[in-house]
């Protein structure tokens, strides 16, 4: 019992200064429908919650088409998705997914990246570091249920997650491939990596920009399961069971004490890692390399 209340109280001096964050950001979401079991489900323009409480889960689809690129109104509307459903005592589990056929996320929105004000990086980044320390210590399970490619913040949105489950399919990949564009995995973005793959495969497939297919990605560690495209939904969900299975306060202990030291790294760093992100993007060689980099996508069309 004890044990339980310092785990609430630690979690929430933890999550307090991220939260405080969020709230100042409302209207975003759409009003919640009311379930008619009593629990809420919460709608946004991006994001999609469909709450199972009988199994205390619910499945939050990523809806940002045309390719779930991590834009700053996407970043919010998950994170107050996020916030929402850990402020519901109906819910132990999530499992993410995405709405968009072929692409579990393209990671980081380019546009938020390429052409605008330093002010305007500022914020973006401190909304990519939120996501990350939000997911990454949430109290909730979270399992990533990846049906698609999943490139770069994509692949970190996946890495915060405590298991990942990847469809067979042999178009997808998932990875952090920075180096490809000519940028640089931040130092959070490699801790994640390090500790769920481990040093030497992460230094590789770091300077490399590996992107990995199903079974490389299983094999190196990046998702803990490759399964038949449609098996993906229904073994994140058994996945969840045995998960949930365990007493809820032991496992958020257990999370937070693996998780804390490297969450403690950006939180300290944290405005330091701003200045560092927007003084880099702001060169001219990284933002004709961008640039550069969408042209291509844009003419890969024809
Ligand atoms: C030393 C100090 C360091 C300090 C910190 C410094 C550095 C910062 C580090 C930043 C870390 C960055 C992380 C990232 O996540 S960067 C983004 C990486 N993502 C990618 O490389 C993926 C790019 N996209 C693709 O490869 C493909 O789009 C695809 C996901 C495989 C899907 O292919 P397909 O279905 O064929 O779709 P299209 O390519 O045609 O794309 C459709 C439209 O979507 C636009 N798009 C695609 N990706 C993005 C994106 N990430 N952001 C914004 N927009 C994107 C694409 O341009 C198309 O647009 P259009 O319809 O207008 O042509």
Redesign the pocket.
């Known amino acids: 019992m004890a044990l339980a209340v310092g785990m609430r109280v630690l979690t929430r001096a933890l999550l307090r200064p991220w939260a405080r964050g969020l709230r100042a950001a409302p209207g975003r979401t759409g009003p919640a429908a009311g379930g008619g079991d009593g629990v809420r489900c919460f709608r946004s323009p991006r994001v999609l919650v469909e709450p199972d409480p009988a199994a205390g889960v619910a499945v939050v689809k990523m809806r940002n088409p045309?390719?779930n690129?991590?834009s700053l109104e996407f970043l919010t509307e998950l994170l107050i998705s996020l916030e929402k459903l850990e402020n519901d005592k109906t819910f132990h589990g999530i499992i993410i997914t995405s709405d968009c056929p072929?692409?579990f996320s393209?990671?980081?929105?380019?546009?938020e990246?390429c052409g605008r004000d330093p002010e305007h990086y500022a914020e973006y980044w401190k909304a990519v570091q939120e996501m990350w320390l939000r997911f990454y210590l949430s109290n909730l399970v979270v399992i990533a249920a990846i049906n698609g490619?999943s490139?770069?913040?994509?692949c970190?949105l996946s890495l915060t997650c405590d298991y990942r489950v990847l469809a067979n399919n042999p178009k997808y990949a998932i990875g952090l491939?920075?180096t490809l564009?000519g940028?640089?995995?931040?130092f959070w973005?490699k801790d994640t990596l390090v500790n769920t793959i481990g040093h030497r495969s992460a230094e590789r497939a770091l300077q490399l920009g590996l992107l990995f297919p199903p079974a490389e990605a299983l094999r190196v560690g990046v998702v803990d399961q490759v399964v038949p495209e449609d098996q993906v939904q229904s073994t994140a969900r058994s996945v969840m069971a045995q998960w949930l299975d365990i007493p809820d306060h032991a496992r958020q202990l257990t999370k937070i004490l693996m998780r804390k030291p490297t969450a403690d790294r950006l939180l300290t760093e944290r405005d330091a890692d701003i200045e560092?992100?927007v003084r880099?993007?702001c060169k001219d060689s990284i933002q004709k390399s961008l640039h550069a980099?969408?042209e291509k996508?844009?003419q890969?069309?024809g």
Do not use: Q, R
């Open positions: 045309p390719v690129s991590l072929g692409i393209a990671g980081l929105d380019l546009t990246m490619i490139p770069a913040g994509g970190l491939n920075e564009l940028i640089v995995a931040p973005f560092n992100f880099f993007i980099y969408l996508l844009k890969k069309k």
